[in-house]
């Protein structure tokens, strides 16, 4: 028995896998990984792979980034944790600062969490608490977008919208109004990416015109709807949507969770369409894949409204491990390599080179609505076989790759430290992966 054989059988027997069918796992998975490095993962039998999905988004710089890594020693030489209420301590303080001036000082002030879904259920409860404690308590209703995905716990999966994730649930769920998507692959002959924002813009409205006053925030994924398909927008949706929210008053909510930390070309996505949102959630790339946390940053204004005497009026919500040193530490390291590295300018460069060695796989007749933002790259197979994603993957793997499609959309969203020639072989296994998919057909 290979060490590989050996860990997946255990895995199977004691550890329930996230999203996956135990039954139909087959019998080459789960992959069982005992080392990383840079985008290269590594299985027990010392094959590898590289991770072009930077583990579920997360591990920006690749495996075992050594400056984040040091970041984390140095602070288990000081302080591991300590509790939030009550205490605080410089690596929180200083990562409060630095990402509300990353905000431009609009977002003043940071809640800590451990995971997305988290930060998610913080931005809808202090929104909801906001207008109660403005005395308008009829406004706890929230506004998602077609395709939308939030997270999956309980409130979370209320203003998610994949059909998959909800059906099961849906007796436990709050759910949200969903209104169309600004995704531009929703353009008419002759239309733009930018017309469809303008639409999607406009069926909001009048959405907010309805029911503003029962409504208390419009949740966004700003520019690239990630886990619904990589379903990319105009910026335009997002300074219109911050118009409408503004005029209505309704909070905005940009769930930056996947696409914060440079991953569509700016720090924050939604700097491309020259807006604040009153609710910033982060979390995914923020320690680089090195420790959970997640971040809400709010306005002072909002921040401000639940001061006053008595418990009640103060925001209740709180997660053991919030505020963790070593997860603060991480994100710091995080925040030094855009102070110092040029990462954002890096890796437009670098996109620009992808790009052209992705043409042969963008012009493939199977391929369909080839796109791009920033470091997120994906196409539809519109054609895709029975069991594709299933194959697809499989194929991948064979190459070297690990890639994972949504559904019958494949994306490349891969740590920013990749090269050429790790991009070229990533471009090359997609291929093989498609050749294998259709082979059967
Ligand atoms: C992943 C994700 C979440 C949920 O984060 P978890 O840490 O998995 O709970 C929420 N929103 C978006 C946009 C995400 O991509």
């Known amino acids: 028995m290979s060490a590989n ?32 490095d840079g985008p290269w993962l590594f299985d027990a039998d010392g094959r590898r792979y590289l ?25 288990l030489d000081r302080l591991e944790h300590v509790i939030l209420a009550g205490c605080t301590h410089e690596p ?86 969903v209104l169309p998507s600004p995704d531009a692959r929703g353009a008419q002959p002759g239309e733009t990416a930018e017309t469809v ?32 398909g990589m379903a990319m927008h105009h910026p335009r949706f997002l300074a219109l949507a911050r118009a409408l929210c503004t005029a209505h008053d309704v909070h905005l909510i940009c769930d930056e969770i996947a696409v914060g930390f440079g991953r569509t070309g700016t ?56 505020g963790n040193p070593l997860a603060c530490a991480a994100a710091l390291a995080v925040l030094d390599r855009f102070a110092h590295d040029a990462v954002l300018t890096t890796n437009a460069a670098k996109a620009a080179r992808f790009d052209a060695i992705a043409a042969p796989l963008a012009a493939d ?5 080839w796109r791009r933002t920033g470091m997120i790259w994906a196409f539809d197979v519109p054609a895709a076989p029975r069991g594709f994603g299933r194959t697809f993957a499989q194929a991948a793997r064979d190459a070297g790759v690990l890639l994972v499609p949504l559904g019958r959309t494949v994306y490349f969203m891969p740590p920013y430290v990749i090269d ?18 259709f082979a059967s057909t």
């Open 5 to 36: 054989t050996d860990l997946i059988a255990r895995s199977r027997r004691a550890v329930w896998h996230p999203a996956t069918q135990m039954k139909t796992l087959d019998a080459a998975l789960p992959l069982p990984i005992v080392r990383g």
């Open 51 to 75: 991770d072009a999905v930077s583990s579920w988004w997360v591990n920006l710089f690749g495996h075992r980034d050594a400056g984040i890594a040091a970041a984390i020693r140095a602070q």
């Open 92 to 177: 929180v303080v200083v990562l409060s600062e630095r990402l509300s001036a990353a905000t431009g000082g609009a977002l003043g002030h940071a809640f800590d969490a451990s995971d997305g879904a988290s930060a998610t259920e913080i931005a809808m409860k202090m929104s909801a608490h906001f207008w109660r404690n403005a005395g308008r308590a009829g406004k706890h209703r929230f506004v998602a977008l077609a395709g939308g995905y939030h997270g999956e716990t309980a409130g979370a999966l209320g203003v998610t919208d994949v059909p998959l994730f909800r059906a099961a649930y849906e007796p436990l769920l709050h759910p949200a109004a």
């Open 197 to 228: 924002a303008i639409r999607a813009a406009a069926a909001l409205e009048q959405h907010l015109a309805a029911h503003a006053d029962t409504t208390a925030a419009l949740i966004v994924e700003p520019l690239v709807q990630c886990a619904g």
């Open 267 to 322: 720090l924050f996505a939604h700097e491309q369409a020259g807006i604040r949102p009153d609710f910033l959630c982060l979390s995914k790339g923020i320690t680089g894949g090195f420790l959970p946390l997640s971040v809400v940053l709010s306005t002072d204004a909002i921040h401000d409204a639940f001061l006053g005497d008595g418990a009640a009026r103060g925001f209740l919500h709180s997660h053991s491990y919030t």
């Open 365 to 369: 007749p199977r391929v369909a609505h």
């Open 420 to 437: 050429d020639a790790e991009f070229t072989l990533m471009v090359v296994a997609a291929r093989h992966a498609l050749d294998r998919c």
